[in-house]
């Protein structure tokens, strides 16, 4: 059974860093896209950043240039680095991944846990 575990939230000031990280555990054949989502209280799920498959890398405008995403493929782990942030970064941020199964051919969709993101003024 295939999980992903989030960690590396927490309280920061603004102009501060966060890491974020997301690893993927179980059994698979491949991982066909990796995306980062925030949810603010009273608003949508949005989508921060992505990395397809193919290995295009997106980001939402609000974010380029302060956010990056990379990974680790050994430790099927992938980061959200966020610099410069902001009162507004202020969510709960969410991994997702599009995952094939050993068993299968085409891909899932798993979610993390989220994991909490304050930043203050």
């Known amino acids: 059974q295939v999980q992903l575990v989030e960690s590396g939230g927490g309280l920061v000031q603004a102009g501060g860093s966060l890491r974020l990280s997301c690893t993927a555990s179980g059994s698979f054949k491949s991982i066909e896209y990796i995306g980062w989502y925030r949810q603010a209280p009273g608003k949508e799920r949005e989508l921060v950043a992505f990395i397809s498959g193919g290995g295009t890398t997106d980001y939402a405008g609000s974010v380029k240039g302060r956010f990056t995403m990379s990974r680790d493929n050994l430790k099927n782990t992938h980061y959200l680095q966020m610099n410069s942030l902001k009162p507004d970064d202020t969510a709960m941020y969410y991994c997702?991944?599009?995952?094939?199964?050993?068993?299968?051919?085409?891909?899932?969709?798993?979610w993390g846990q989220g994991t909490q993101v304050t930043v203050s003024p």
């Open positions: 997702s991944m599009l995952i094939v199964l050993t068993t299968g051919l085409a891909p899932n969709s798993y």
